[in-house]
């Protein structure tokens, strides 16, 4: 059913290229507004999201039409290397014993991969384990890393540190995740996975016991009133006997589920980053393939965790991904990651290298750094948590596509023994606990314990300085094995001070050379959405933007978001005043605007199945 549906609509779901010429400009907060440093909420009465009450439409509205189901042993929400990887693995087991087990696995992407942003260095450990002929299969593992370096940063010096065992990168391969996934999902296709790209999960349906039993697919063809357009078709129900969850990081029926199961309920809140990245050709005679640098330090104060990577790899191509990650935890309203990361390119050790370059792409991306403690209960009745949407990331190691594949494929371990180990047919919900032992068996689990105190040492008042001792004492010599564990504290939407309390931070214009305007590099996403739909971006209360981000932390939306989503413009209603402008079409699908809101007001949702990025070389 699914795939008749896949085909009609193919057409309709292919990657489509953004135009950002009728894009709002995205202006300046107004420095002109009243600041106060008062933290109280705004008073208005808060806004439900606007959900379908298909019970209170007339009976010959479309959106009442029957829905159509499809039944299968395993859905897969998300098509990314947890995913991919869980897929690939159940088919393998089934395969080998003969048994039928259908596994089908939902993207919202056009295409496999055109969502996928990492750094990326590859440690092959997990992909040895799951196709360990992958060369001979031709994976995109092209570029090994023949030469490590540390460095902190100055203004104008960079300065080599000593290297962190666990950043070692001998065996690894430096890699375009995005083409990665799309050989992973080519292999799975092999072994019988369905794969269903541009259709998004908007939607969990549950047993009347409570437990997880699928997917709603979204709506299409709704207007931006979610009014029925002449398009129209009801979303797909997808009932599967185990539902699997690799949304990547924050996704955002991870955070229905989260709430309704208590999954965060024993666990510290999850912290995050914001990861920014360039792909350019570079000049033959500034490529070193295989060159692997890491960075600390400038631009950034010694009180924000940020850290940068330059990987030269393609040799025949001359490529270099270059980025920044700066920790969402950061406290001036003020900071702009993306203008972070352009200040950052202008330093002599990387502008050297980029000059008589081109930039061929760009993208964000959020990404775990809670590690250990931050890790929710990866289960519930019907289903599970997988990859990044669970927070498998290792931070010191900067790296998680092994540990988020290990974990795909130890939840397929679980669900097909749970499903297929007797003849029997398998009645009631489906509660995959040998699951969480699995991963506590496994060297994921080692892993992030060992390296469980790192990423918070950074956030004590010596800050930068503080994380480095820290760090440099627990890897070479305690290597995790205390007796305590250092806490996270709080959310990273509660750590913005107030603009009465922070400084303005003054960046350098972008040159058009190494440093770009923002929306010149988002025309380089490749995003778009159609702008006659419902905006994905869902505000709870429309007031509280203005009465309290604007009022009090002068509109951070507008520089915390890496895509000019999100600016204040004059309200032509309410002249002298100021409304939040939302130009969904730029969304990357990053996440942010999600976990920073310092009033926890915008809920990020799936758009219609195929938009957002276009990612290439990511």
């Known amino acids: ?32 507004i009243q600041l106060t440093a008062a933290r109280a909420l705004s008073n208005t009465a808060s806004r439900a999201i606007w959900i379908p009450n298909r019970n209170a439409l007339p009976e010959d509205d479309p959106r009442l039409a029957e829905q159509f189901e499809d039944e299968t042993d395993v859905v897969i929400v998300g098509g990314g290397p947890a995913g991919l990887s869980a897929a690939i693995r159940l088919k393998q087991l089934a395969n080998e014993e003969g048994k039928e087990c259908r596994v089908m696995v939902i993207e919202k992407a056009g295409e496999v991969g055109a969502h996928t942003l990492s750094g990326a260095v590859l440690e092959p450990r997990a992909l040895n384990e799951l196709i360990p002929d992958w060369k001979e299969k031709g994976a995109p593992l092209n570029t090994p890393v023949t030469k490590d370096s540390m460095r902190f940063l100055t203004s104008s010096l960079s300065i080599p540190l000593p290297h962190p065992p666990q950043m070692n990168n001998k065996g690894n391969y430096i890699v375009s995740l995005n083409n990665f996934v799309k050989w992973l999902g080519e292999q799975a296709e092999e072994l019988g996975v369905e794969i269903y790209p541009g259709f998004a999960a908007s939607e969990i349906n549950y047993n009347e016991d409570g437990s997880v039993r699928g997917v709603n697919l979204n709506d299409v063809g709704l207007d931006k009133n979610f009014e029925p357009k002449d398009t129209y078709e009801r979303g797909m129900a997808v009932k599967a006997k185990v539902t699997l969850f690799a949304e990547g990081c924050h996704g955002s029926l991870t955070k229905t589920l989260s709430q309704k199961f208590g999954l965060r309920d024993d666990s510290e809140p999850q912290k995050y980053g914001i990861g920014l990245k360039e792909v350019w050709e570079v000049k033959p005679e500034n490529h070193q393939n295989g060159l692997v640098t890491h960075s600390v330090g400038w631009p950034a104060d010694i009180h924000t965790y940020c850290g940068s990577f330059m990987y030269h790899f393609e040799e025949d191509r001359h490529l270099v991904a270059v980025g920044l990650v700066v920790g969402l935890d950061y406290q001036n309203p003020y900071l702009s990651p993306y203008k972070t990361f352009q200040q950052f390119k202008h ?6 290298v980029l000059e008589g370059g081109t930039c061929i792409s760009y993208g964000a991306r959020a990404l775990n750094e809670g590690g250990y403690q931050s890790i929710p209960k990866l ?17 010191p190691k900067i790296k998680g596509t092994h540990t988020a594949m290990k974990s795909g494929m130890l939840a397929a371990d679980a669900a097909y023994e749970r499903l297929f180990s007797t003849e029997e047919e398998v009645e009631g919900p489906v509660l995959l606990d040998n699951y969480e032992q699995n991963i506590k068996d496994s060297w994921v689990y080692k892993e992030l314990y060992e390296v469980r105190n790192i990423h918070p040492s950074f956030h004590t008042s010596l800050g930068l300085w503080g994380g480095l001792a820290y760090s440099g004492l627990d890897t070479l010599f305690l290597k995790g094995r205390t007796p305590w564990t250092f806490k996270h504290g709080k959310a990273d939407w509660e750590c913005m001070k107030t603009a009465a309390e922070s400084e303005p931070i003054e960046y350098p214009k972008p040159d058009g050379v190494i440093s770009f305007d923002l929306l010149t590099n988002v025309s380089r996403t490749g995003t778009n959405h159609a702008e006659n739909q419902p905006i994905h971006l869902r505000i709870r209360d429309k007031d509280i933007p203005v009465e309290r981000n604007l009022a009090i932390y002068d509109g951070p939306e507008n520089r915390f978001c890496p895509a000019g989503v999100y600016e204040y413009v004059d309200d032509e209603a309410k002249p002298g005043q100021k409304r939040l402008q939302i130009n969904s079409q730029n969304c990357i699908h990053c996440k942010t605007c999600d976990i920073k809101d310092p009033s926890q007001n915008i809920d990020w949702t799936v758009p219609e199945g195929g938009g957002g990025p276009q990612y290439v070389w990511t």
């Open 1 to 32: 059913m699914l795939r008749a549906t896949f085909n009609r609509r193919l057409a309709a779901t292919l990657p489509r290229i953004a135009s950002v010429a009728s894009r709002a400009r995205v202006t300046l907060p107004s420095h002109a």
């Open 347 to 352: 330093h002599p050790s990387i502008k050297k």
């Open 379 to 395: 289960i519930f009745p019907g289903g599970a948590l997988i990859g990044c949407t669970a927070g498998f990331l290792n931070v």
